[in-house]
């Protein structure tokens, strides 16, 4: 089995800042990259940003253009884990946030599935 634990959320001001973790633990094999997506009420699902993990990568990056300059991602690859450093919060980042990644297990080897963790709420208000 493979679990997610998302932990960092919480409310703060606009302007403010937070850091999201989210740790993989379990049978894993091999992580090929992680993320976090965010939901907000109503909508759907959307990519905040994403890194890969490999020990050969670069450790390439992705962001949203809503989030570039403001947000960052970061991974530690010994413990399993991603981060996400947000900065100068908006309103609109207001979301559950949810990390993912794309991993292996002791099983599958070199197959790779996309596992979700249960989220974290971030809400950003005065």
């Known amino acids: 089995q493979v679990q997610l634990v998302e932990s960092g959320g919480d409310l703060v001001q606009p302007g403010g800042s937070l850091r999201l973790s989210c740790a993989a633990s379990?049978?894993?094999?091999?992580?090929?990259?992680m993320g976090w997506y965010r939901q907000a009420p109503g909508k759907q699902r959307e990519l905040v940003a994403a890194?890969?993990?490999?020990?050969?990568?670069?450790?390439?990056?992705n962001y949203a253009d809503s989030v570039k300059g403001r947000f960052t991602i970061s991974r530690d690859n010994a413990k399993n884990t991603v981060y996400l450093q947000m900065n100068s919060l908006k309103p609109e980042d207001t979301a559950v946030y949810y990390c993912?990644?794309?991993?292996?297990?002791?099983?599958?080897?070199?197959?790779?599935?996309?596992?979700w963790g249960q989220g974290t709420q971030v809400t950003v208000s005065s």
């Open positions: 993912n990644a794309r991993l292996s297990t002791l099983t599958t080897r070199s197959v790779y599935y996309i596992y």
């Open positions: 379990g049978s894993i094999f091999s992580i090929r990259a």
């Open positions: 890194i890969t993990t490999t020990i050969t990568s670069d450790g390439t990056t």
